[in-house]
């Protein structure tokens, strides 16, 4: 039989815990120089990509060396001076990060909307980090509407039931248990690794008992 969990306990936990909120790969500026590195990538071919080489790398530089304000001032230089340009939309999608672990939450959300990156992953992230945005600033309902558009943008084992579960927390916070409720069974029923980690089945009984509630 399942354990129940209480409103109370749900709230805490949602409001207390970090890992709830922030992208589980997206958490603290180590992540984003983890990220940085990554769009290194995106710079080696065509000569407006490469140009940017320079700059991030003093970005990264400046994010290994706990200088959060100069990276930050670098990446809005790259954001500016490389839009349109893979380049710039990384730095945009590094930059958005930044803003969010600073507590700027609506900053990070503008520069988050505007990315357009190809690969996959990361822009399903940036999706997903678009819903802490929203639910940082109590706006619940969207914030489970960009969890829900990454959550489905690309399934896979590791975003897909992690932005469900955050999906489910929100709708819960917006008042919404029975699509609670729906996102928790969706868990159970497809990524049982996922499901098994976070007990699942005490959300669905909390999400289902309110709905009869």
């Given at each position: 039989?399942?354990?129940?969990?209480?409103?109370?306990?749900?709230?805490?936990?949602?409001?207390?815990?970090?890992i709830?909120?922030?992208?589980?790969?997206?958490?603290?500026?180590?992540?984003?120089?983890?990220?940085?590195?990554?769009?290194?990538n995106y710079?080696?071919?065509?000569?407006?990509?490469?140009?940017?080489?320079?700059?991030?790398?003093?970005?990264?530089m400046?994010?290994?060396?706990?200088?959060?304000?100069?990276?930050?001032?670098?990446?809005?230089?790259?954001?500016s001076?490389?839009?349109?340009?893979k380049?710039?939309?990384?730095?945009?999608?590094?930059?958005?990060n930044?803003?969010?672990?600073?507590?700027?939450?609506?900053?990070?959300?503008?520069?988050?909307?505007?990315?357009?990156?190809?690969?996959?992953?990361?822009?399903?992230?940036a999706?997903?980090?678009?819903g802490?945005?929203?639910?940082?600033?109590?706006?619940?309902?969207?914030?489970?509407?960009?969890?829900?558009?990454?959550?489905?943008r690309?399934?896979?084992?590791?975003?897909?039931?992690?932005?469900?579960?955050?999906?489910?927390l929100?709708?819960?916070e917006?008042?919404?248990?029975?699509?609670?409720?729906?996102?928790?069974?969706?868990?159970?029923?497809?990524?049982l690794?996922?499901?098994?980690?976070?007990?699942?089945?005490?959300?669905?009984?909390?999400?289902?008992?309110?709905?009869?509630?």
């Amino acid at each position: 039989m399942s354990e129940n969990i209480t409103k109370e306990e749900i709230i805490e936990q949602f409001k207390g815990n970090k890992i709830l909120k922030y992208s589980t790969i997206v958490v603290g500026v180590i992540a984003v120089v983890v990220l940085a590195v990554l769009a290194y990538n995106y710079f080696i071919s065509g000569p407006n990509e490469k140009a940017s080489e320079a700059e991030i790398a003093n970005a990264i530089m400046y994010l290994e060396n706990d200088s959060t304000q100069l990276a930050t001032e670098e990446f809005e230089y790259l954001t500016s001076e490389y839009d349109g340009y893979k380049g710039g939309e990384v730095a945009q999608y590094a930059l958005g990060n930044l803003y969010f672990e600073q507590g700027n939450y609506e900053a990070a959300l503008n520069e988050l909307k505007g990315v357009k990156i190809e690969d996959t992953y990361l822009m399903t992230l940036a999706i997903g980090t678009q819903g802490d945005c929203y639910s940082e600033l109590g706006d619940y309902k969207n914030a489970v509407k960009m969890y829900v558009k990454a959550a489905e943008r690309k399934t896979n084992d590791v975003t897909t039931p992690m932005f469900y579960y955050k999906a489910g927390l929100n709708a819960e916070e917006a008042g919404d248990f029975a699509k609670a409720a729906e996102y928790y069974t969706i868990i159970k029923s497809d990524y049982l690794s996922f499901a098994s980690q976070k007990g699942i089945d005490k959300y669905i009984t909390r999400a289902e008992n309110s709905v009869i509630e």
